[in-house]
């Protein structure tokens, strides 16, 4: 079984741009090359995104693709190469089959997360979640994974409740990327 980290995508991994597909808007965050770090350790990195606008009819999946083939692009320019990207694109609200219906994918829920692990060989309880809302941490520790948060402002709604309080809180990605290594380089002198 291999070890990951499932990334939130818009706020976590690139600056947020809601319902965006356009590839000249996407923009990583500061320090994200930091993972390098993580991927050289063993860890598997994951994209795990909401995509709601697929079933509101914002846009469709090769107009997402094309964004997120552009993030994928700019992440290998510094060396962070994600294994896959696993999007819900579902909406109870939306109104574009076949994606306008409940599902089990769309965070808090851990549908997403549970179906990349299963797909990929990967054990969620030595894997880790990184979002910048609740809703990622919830869908974190539902699937099993230890979770940051991101406190970056783009979490409005401090509700906490017990699947939704994170195991760490961290300022950005790279700081929580350095908290993970740091994690592990204490296991390894301890063992
Ligand atoms: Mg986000
Ligand atoms: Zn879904």
Excluded at 103 to 124: M, T
Excluded at 135 to 154: P, Y
Aim: proline residues 6%; hydrophobic residues 40%; glycine residues 6%.
């Amino acid at each position: 079984m291999q070890k990951a980290i499932f990334i939130d995508k818009d706020g976590t991994l690139i600056k947020d741009v809601p319902y965006n597909v356009d590839p000249d808007l996407v923009e990583l965050v500061p320090g994200c090359e930091r993972l390098r770090s993580l991927q050289d350790i063993g860890y598997k990195l994951i994209v795990v995104s909401n995509q709601p606008g697929l079933a509101l009819g914002y846009f469709t999946e090769a107009q997402l693709m094309k964004a997120v083939n552009r993030m994928f692009q700019l992440l290998a320019e510094k060396e962070v190469y994600p294994l896959a990207f696993y999007f819900c694109p579902h909406a109870a609200t939306g109104t574009i089959r076949p994606y306008n219906h409940a599902c089990g994918c769309r965070k808090p829920l851990p549908g997403i997360i549970l179906r990349a692990a299963e797909d990929l060989g990967i054990d969620p309880s030595s894997s880790w979640m990184i979002g910048d809302i609740f809703d990622d941490v919830e869908a974190g520790n539902r699937a099993g994974c230890q979770t940051i948060l991101i406190d970056n402002g783009n979490e409005t709604e401090w509700r906490i409740d017990q699947f939704r309080e994170p195991h760490y809180v961290r300022t950005n990605l790279s700081e929580a990327a350095r908290m993970i290594l740091q994690k592990n380089t204490y296991h390894d002198l301890h063992l």
